[in-house]
């Protein structure tokens, strides 16, 4: 690795070129990763990457014209003081923020470069083009920077946070809700069953754990193995299958840490109450994020956990 400050001026102007080419290619995932769901950003980075390529042909240009038509391959990673880039654009489906902030600290980086480099320089034809590419990397910085600041526009802000919101449905409140259901509602019956069976609280706890952990690891699995993400948009699939795990077995756990208490009526009450709680959130989630209206989520979660909660006690009466 070579440190900066000992590059010539041929070398700077190979680093450039190889620069400006990654840094295209770049803007090139990133406009091809969120064509789909913003469109908007897409083109935005479509036109960084066609400013990109006139920046690469251009250093080219002043290369042959100083030092002819062999290139050496000097990369970021062979020159100290490059931070390390972490590769976002290979990740499916692309977060907009995080393409954004992206976007503008390859800017940042790519500015001082050119700054750096244009010091260091002594020929006034080079110096020029590293000062002239600076000054239009600043721009680029500000495009960046203005996405972040909701400068695109009203009605494609507005689109674009749609999309968001709707990918935050698909790939995070769909499998969370559809483990938190799970796991509040079909773990009621086993966790009262045994607890109005044993009457004792312990049997009751021990019961609800198994049957909390079992039915999210079940659901973990199933959710991440329904499908690859690919052509429904709904994210990376062990990420789903992990969300909906977690939230079965946190909707178990919930009306089942009430029974650690000794006294079985008081953990049995306190129990209810966390059923109702539980019931009451998912109601809310249903409405907040799967557009149903309030009345028709309460009286489906509230009828069907009704249903769940009386048949543990029947089981558990005999």
Not at 48 to 55: N, P
Not at 97 to 120: D, G, M, W
Not at 268 to 277: D, G, K, N, P, S
Not at 295 to 311: E, K, Y
Request: glycine share 10%; hydrophobic share 45%; net charge negative.
């Amino acid at each position: 690795m070579k440190d900066f400050h000992g590059l010539s001026e041929l070398e700077i102007l190979a680093l450039a070129i190889s620069l400006e080419e990654e840094d295209e290619r770049v803007y090139a995932d990133f406009a091809e990763g969120l064509r789909q769901e913003f469109p908007a950003s897409a083109a935005m980075f479509d036109g960084m990457q066609a400013e990109e390529l006139g920046h690469r042909r251009r250093l080219i240009e002043l290369y042959r014209a100083k030092f002819g038509e062999h290139i050496p391959l000097i990369r970021r990673q062979d020159v100290k003081g490059f931070v390390q880039r972490k590769p976002v654009w290979l990740v499916r489906p692309l977060g907009l923020e995080a393409v954004r902030k992206h976007a503008s600290a390859i800017e940042v980086e790519t500015r001082r470069f050119y700054e750096r480099a244009a010091q260091r320089t002594t020929d006034a034809s080079v110096r020029q083009l590293l000062d002239d590419l600076a000054q239009e990397e600043r721009a680029h910085e500000n495009r960046a920077q203005e996405l972040s600041e909701e400068k695109l526009g009203a009605t494609v802000r507005r689109d674009e946070d749609r999309a968001r919101r709707r990918l935050f449905v698909l790939q995070i409140v769909q499998p969370g809700l559809a483990g938190l259901m799970d796991g509040s509602v079909s773990t009621l019956a086993p966790v009262f069953a045994a607890a109005f069976a044993t009457q004792n609280s312990w049997d009751a706890f021990l019961v609800g754990m198994a049957a909390s952990i079992g039915a999210g690891i079940s659901m973990g699995f199933a959710e991440a193995l329904s499908d690859d993400g690919s052509l429904t948009g709904r994210g990376h699939p062990w990420i789903r299958g992990v969300v909906c795990g977690a939230m079965t077995t946190l909707g178990g756990v919930g009306h089942t840490l009430p029974f650690l208490l000794q006294s079985f009526r008081v953990a049995l009450t306190l129990a209810f109450a966390v059923v109702l709680l539980e019931l009451g959130v998912i109601t809310w989630i249903r409405h907040r994020y799967m557009d149903t209206p309030a009345m028709s989520a309460g009286i489906q979660v509230f009828v069907g956990g009704a249903l769940v909660f009386l048949t543990g006690v029947f089981i558990g009466s005999f």
